[in-house]
C-alpha cells in the first residue's frame, strides 16, 4: 500500500482525465503517472532505498509534485524545504533530516553544492537539478528521467504507517521540529477532506500557495484521491487567480486569511467571475467576522473554515453551518475527537475557555528524532494545541488566541483577535495584527499594526481614538497604532506576527 497507487489507478482507470495544470502544461493521469514513474525508476537507480531522506528546495513545480509521488511509489521519504531559508538554516534543516537526496533548481544548486560537505548521508549522485547548473556533482533531473522507462517501478512493500514525509515547521529559530506523517495519515487527510468539501471526481482544485507548507496537502491530497483536477499557480497574485478560477471552471479553493482580502480588493474581482466556485476554505490564521461577511454577502453559500495543526488535528466550519455559528471555527471530522482543558489538564465545560486537544486519523507519530518533544506534544494520545478556545452548548469550537499571543496587562487576560475584531471593521483599515509590548506599569499593553486601504485618509492617531472609543473594556485599549505599507509573510502567504511582535515590542520598549 502506498499512495502513489493512487496514480497507478486512475492511470488506468481515468487514462484521459485532466490532472495537473501548471502554467502552459496540462498533463492527464495516464501521461502525470508515466512522469512519476520515470522518476521513481531513476531514484531507484541511484540507490535511493525505502525510508531514505528525499529533500527539495523548489518552489511550486511540477517536478516538486512529481518528487512526491515518486517519492510515495519507492517508500523514499519527502522532506520539502522553504526556498526562504536562510544558508544557515538549510543547512541545519538538511542535516537534522539526514537527507540522502536534494532536488533543487539553478537558483538553489550552489547554495546546496557549499554545503553538500556537511551532509554526511548524502548519496553519490544525490544533488539533482531540475534546470541546468554549472555546478559540479549535479545531475539533470530530466536526462535521469528521459533514460528510464515509464513502467511502474518494483519497488519494496510499503506499509501504511511507514513515512510519507516530514515537515519542518521552523527553521530560523529555535531546535528544528520535523513532524513525521505516514502514508496512512495523507490518505486520512485524502478520505477526510473530500468528504468534509464535497469534493468530487470532477472536482477542479486551485492552488496558489507554497506546496511545501502541510497546509498544501488538506486541498491536494482529497484531489488526488478522487482523481481530480489540480491546478497549481507559481504563487499568488490576486488577479491572476480570479482569472484562472474564471478560466479552468474552477470548483473549489483554498485561502489564508490575506489572499481572501486581496481577492476582495482586487480590481477584476467579480461574482459572475467566480461563479463556478463551491468551496472557498479559509484557514491558517483567523479570518476576521468583518470579511467573513464580505465574503458571503458577495459569493454565498460557499465558506468553510478550518482550524488545525499539522501535527495532526482539525475542525471545519461546513458551508451550512456558517450563517448560524459565523464566529466558530467549527466542529472535528468524522472519526476526530476534541476536548477544552485547564492548566491542570481537567476538562472544561461549554463557554469556558482552556487549551484545545484533539486527536484522529491524522495524528502525527512524533516529531523526527525528538521524542522528548514528541512526549510534551502528545500526552495520553490527546495532542495539545497551545491555542486557546472554548465550545458552546452545541459543541463547536470557538479560537480565542494563541496561549504565547495572549496579553497579560495588569493581571487580566487580553487576547488580541477581540480586538483585530474592532480594528478591522474601520472603513480604512486593510490588516490588523495586535500583540502585547512591554509595560513599566501594566507588565504589557496592545499594540497595533496594521495596512491601510488604497484609499485610506485616517492616520495613526486617528485610528488609535477610533478603536479605544469601541473596545469593550479599558485594558483592550490599544497604546499605540502603526501603519506600515504591508505585513511580513511566509511564502504560503501567513503573517508572520511574530517578527512584528519583535520589531515594534523593541521600539516601544526603547521609545
Known sequence: MNLGMLFTRHARYRPDHLAVVFGNRRLTYLELNRQINRLANAMLNLGVKKGAKVATVLPNCLELLETYWAAAKIGAVVVPMSTLLLESALKSLLHDADAEMVITNQAFAPIISGIRTGLPNLLPGGCLSIEETGEAGFLHYHALKAAETDSEPEGPAIQGVDPFNIMYSSGTTGMPKGIVHSHDIRLAYGTSFAAAFRLSPESVTLHAGAIVFNGAFVDLMPTVFQGATYVLLPQFDP???????????????MLVPAQIIAMLNAPNFDPDKLDSLEMILALGAPLHLEHKETLNRLLPGRFYELYGLTEGFVTVLDKLDYPRKPASVGIPLPLFDMKIVDEAGRPMPPNEVGEICGKGPILMPGYYKRPDLTRKAIVDGWLHSGDLGYVDEDGFLYLVDRKKDMIISGGV?????????????????????????????????????????????????????????????????????????????NVAGKTLKRELRETFANRAAHG
Not at 484562472?244 to 479553493?253: A, D, F, K, L
Open 239 to 253: 488577479i491572476t487567480y480570479i482569472e484562472y478560477i474564471h478560466q479552468e471552471r474552477v470548483t473549489h479553493v
Open 413 to 489: 487576560n487580553v487576547y488580541p483577535r477581540d480586538i483585530e475584531e474592532v480594528v478591522v471593521q474601520h472603513p480604512d483599515v486593510n490588516e490588523v495584527a495586535v500583540f502585547g509590548v512591554p509595560d513599566d506599569k501594566w507588565g504589557e499593553v496592545p499594540f497595533a499594526v496594521v495596512t491601510l486601504m488604497p484609499a485610506a485618509t485616517a492616520d495613526a492617531a486617528a485610528l488609535k481614538e477610533w478603536i479605544n472609543t469601541r473596545v469593550g473594556a479599558k485594558f483592550q485599549r490599544v497604546a499605540e497604532v502603526r501603519v506600515i505599507t504591508d505585513f511580513p509573510r
